[in-house]
């Protein structure tokens, strides 16, 4: 470790705070729909949409009718993806003539991306056409964050709301995320990348020579050897820049090349790399600030900011520490950083970024559902590994994804008061709304949803073969890969440990579900909470009122969450990055 890594690290959370209120209030005023500096131009498109849609922006929804209208927006939009990729080969913008999508990889992938997962279980330079995606992939990178950000304002209408049955329009909520937050930063943010050199075109892959050809060698059909010279390599591009900007903006992470934010095309320069992570926790971290100026408590927001901060830090601190640190295995090996290398593991790492800026990146990437990487997880530490890992079982609330972290932690905060409501006896309280059994039922269905999907497909997988046969590694690491791949899923962050085969029948069809129950299954209950909290009464503060806006609150936030993914996924964890980081230092290899 280094002080210049240090100083990065505090760079980063530096800008966020900074960014956190300003973006929190204009996010307020465009949800409550006050006039902002950018009225002027999407107010008129708002009016159009409505018009041709036929929605009547002044009826609000109970919270049944809001969930409907965002399964059947997600619904309809999935499945035109899922029929796009299996029509690409006669659709436009498809210069390299690329064949349509397998079935069970077309569902997979359409899944994936409505749910903000953005797994990707294929190439996408030599998987995907131009138009694919841009219409298909890009679109839903804006619309799932666009309802992810919807479900959350939704909530904390919920909470700011009294004897009320409704928590707001759907459509109106959706219009005005797509508008007035992710269009406007993301086309700044893609002349920006574009001027770093991030590509951005519509042109043919490029032919170029090698200056040296190899030599593959192979078999034919009969098993005979053959030998190919390759003397010419295809160099892929395309409309990239465009993609990048709403890929981390909104928390999404489906790379344009398979090799993400690796790739020189997609990450050219450390003011990029810099930059992508700050897209990717704007928005969630904006949201604390919306969530306490629009219940009229902004130290409740930043108490929740809080607790999401002390997550953040414990999780960097420990990769950077393990990556730093290399691999005991390499005996005789220097891994210290100097001035002529930059020390620790640097397997699966671009030496552009080095440890510190690998540690940040897979830290901030994990805490939001955004699934982009900037280096390979599978490459890290036992240690280093686990934190991505128990960053996304914890219910991606650490910052999260848009909207998606914001409600998935306020979950977690009623759950927090309740525990806090039955050590002194008295009805728990959140912010003035009496918290009853049908809330906490809510909470905790919302919260079993995600791990019993997880640890069910992960048992199925581990004890059959076309489970068995998609990892790479033996031992506790293959059962991580397996693990992490249903955990990425379902909680909607689409990294992975890169070895294993998921372009399977078996992990195309089963993540695809797990991915639509992580999304959907989790946040009905969530809207139910909304819908029970809105109707209810505001009761004043008393002496028996559990304080939600200090340290003493942020203190049992943490505790509980803690507590919680401790809880549910020790024995699994155990198995897996824990038994293979003690087996690593006592000389075991596999």
Known sequence: MTGMGWFQIFLFLVVIVAATKPLGVYMARVYQRESTFLDFVFRPIERLIYRVCLVDDQQEMPWMQYGVSMLLFSGVSMLLLYFMERLQEWLPWNPEKLTNIAPDLAWNTAASFTTNTNWQAYVPETTMSYFTQMAGLAYHNFASAAVGMSLAIALVRGIARRETKTIGNFWVDLTR??????????????????????????????????IESHTVDSQDSDGKPVHKVIAEQRIAQGPVASQEAIKMFGTNGGGFFNANSAHPFENPTPFV?????????????????????????????????SAMTVLFLAGVVVVYAMEARGNPLLAGVDTHASEVQTGGNMEGKEVRFGIANSALFTTVTTDASCGAVNNMHDSLTPLGGLVPLVNIMLGE????????????????????????????????????????????????????VSSFVILLFAAIAVVTKFGLAGITNPGPHGFSQ?????????????????????????????????????????????????????SKKTVPESLGTFPVTGPLFTVLLVSIILIVGALTFFPALSLGPILEHLLMGAGKTF
């Open 482 to 534: 397996i693990l992490y791949a249903y955990t990425s899923g379902a909680g909607n962050n689409g990294s992975a440990f890169g070895g294993i085969n998921s372009n399977t029948l078996w992990y195309n069809t089963s993540l695809g579900v797990v991915m639509l129950f992580g999304r959907f299954f989790a946040v009905i209950p969530i809207l139910a909470i909304a819908g029970s909290l809105a």
């Open 177 to 210: 995320s797509f508008l007035w937050i992710l269009l406007p930063v993301c086309l700044v943010a893609s002349f920006v990348f574009v001027s770093q050199g991030v590509v951005q075109n519509l042109k043919p892959y490029t032919s170029v020579s090698l």
């Open 397 to 448: 609330l650490v910052f999260g994804g848009v909207g998606s972290g914001l409600y998935m932690i306020l979950v977690f905060a009623i759950l927090s008061v309740f525990i806090a409501g039955l050590m002194v006896g008295r009805t728990p309280e959140y912010l003035g709304k009496k918290i009853e059994s049908y809330d906490v039922k809510m909470a905790v269905l919302s919260i079993l």
């Open 273 to 305: 790399n810099f930059l992508q992570i700050v897209l990717i926790f704007l928005i969630p971290s904006g949201l604390t600030s919306t969530l306490g100026r629009m219940t009229g408590s902004p130290r409740h927001g930043w108490a929740v900011w």
